[in-house]
Each structure stands twice: as structure tokens, then as C-alpha cells.
């Protein structure tokens, strides 16, 4: 091989391989053409693993003159399931719509409604650098229930949501995503967690 190789030099890419530090935030209006509010960030503790899939349906294409060319794209519809190592009955109330009685019991009605949050969450990657993720509008169903009795070995019982990731009506988002080593990301990172992230696109 030639001393003078002039080969350009390629990008290492690094997986992800952790999820910690979820964060949501109640979403209290998101009218069309104006800014989403939320509720403060508050912290979801004990998170195991989070499954995302896309389930917005397939583009709807028209081939007109020998080509493809007038594509609608559908709206942006994802499916998540969240794995904890528990989801306390409070951060169920918090997270379903449930009440709460004075005595500090939930109580799940069956007019309640799940409200729509905004999810937040770092992924450790191979190379120590964290993945920064913002999901701006989802709404869960009630976790599985299931109580198992204690055995010889050892049986841990976790809480799985399921979350539907939508965008907002107010700015047509769905998600936001960068790794911590970004160049441009350094004045963001000490505040992206503060609230769900507002992009700046000023130049």
C-alpha cells in the first residue's frame, strides 16, 4: 500500500448500548400555530428498556409520465414500550390520569383518560457519549398487572407501558435527537433536559 495514500479518513460510529435518566413532562396545550406548554419535567426512575416502532403507514405515491411524483407522507405514529423495574402507583396516577384520595390511595375510574406527555431520556453509546432523545407528544395505557408468587428461585416482576408517540398539532414535531459530542450542541446540553427542547433554527 502506497505511503502517499490520500484515502479520506472515515467516521468511527458508535452503538447505543444503555437508557437512563427519563424524564416527562405533562403537556398542557398544543394548539395549531402556536407553542406547546408543558407542565415541569419531573424524573421516571427505574427505567429498563424502551422499544420504538414506526407505524405511520407507508407514503401514498402517484406515478404520473413515467415516475413517482406527487408523495404524501403520513403523519408520524410511533409505538413504544417502556420497561420499568416498577412504576410506583403515584407515576401510575401521574402518567394515566388517575385520581389520587386524601388518604393517598389511586383509584382507576373508568372515565379516566391518559393525559400526553412529553418523554426525554439519555442512551449510553460504546464510546461513553450519551444520546440526547426528546419525544414531544405520547400518551400510555395501563401497564401489565401481573403479581407472581414467590418461588425457590427468584421471579422479578417489572411494569411495561405502552406509549403512542404522535407529533404536536402546535409545530408538527415528533421527536428530537443529537449525541453530546455535537460541536453545535455544547451552548444546549447543560438546559436540553430543563423542558422539552425548543429548536432554534436562526442562523
Given at each position: 500500500m502506497p505511503d502517499n495514500d490520500t484515502t479520506p479518513a472515515v467516521n468511527e460510529v458508535y452503538s447505543t448500548i444503555g437508557l437512563r435518566a427519563i424524564v416527562v413532562a405533562k403537556l398542557l396545550t398544543d394548539e395549531t400555530d402556536s407553542t406547546p406548554t408543558y407542565d415541569p419535567v419531573q424524573p421516571l426512575i427505574g427505567a429498563i428498556d424502551l422499544d420504538v416502532s414506526d407505524n405511520s403507514g407507508e407514503p401514498?405515491?402517484?406515478?404520473?409520465?413515467?415516475?413517482?411524483?406527487?408523495?404524501?407522507?403520513?403523519?408520524?405514529?410511533?409505538?413504544?414500550?417502556?420497561?420499568?423495574?416498577?412504576?410506583?402507583?403515584?407515576?401510575?396516577?401521574?402518567?394515566?390520569?388517575?385520581?389520587?384520595?386524601?388518604?393517598?390511595?389511586?383509584?382507576?375510574?373508568?372515565?379516566?383518560?391518559?393525559?400526553?406527555?412529553?418523554?426525554?431520556?439519555?442512551?449510553?453509546?460504546?464510546?461513553?457519549?450519551?444520546?440526547?432523545?426528546?419525544?414531544?407528544?405520547?400518551?400510555?395505557?395501563?401497564?401489565q398487572d401481573k403479581h407472581t408468587t414467590k418461588q425457590k428461585d427468584l421471579n422479578r416482576q417489572t411494569q411495561k407501558l405502552k406509549v403512542t408517540f404522535v407529533k404536536l398539532n402546535s409545530t408538527g414535531n415528533a421527536r428530537a435527537f443529537v449525541d453530546e459530542d455535537s460541536e453545535a450542541f455544547a451552548t444546549a446540553k447543560a438546559t436540553f433536559f430543563n423542558a422539552p427542547y425548543t429548536p432554534d433554527f436562526t442562523t
Open positions: 401514498d405515491a402517484q406515478y404520473y409520465d413515467d415516475g413517482e411524483h406527487d408523495v404524501v407522507l403520513p403523519d408520524p405514529e410511533l409505538s413504544g414500550t417502556i420497561e420499568m423495574a416498577d412504576l410506583p402507583p403515584e407515576k401510575q396516577a401521574l402518567l394515566l390520569g388517575y385520581r389520587v384520595d386524601k388518604n393517598g390511595v389511586v383509584i382507576h375510574n373508568a372515565d379516566d383518560k391518559p393525559p400526553y406527555f412529553a418523554w426525554g431520556f439519555k442512551s449510553k453509546k460504546s464510546n461513553g457519549v450519551d444520546r440526547y432523545v426528546w419525544y414531544y407528544k405520547g400518551r400510555c395505557t395501563m401497564p
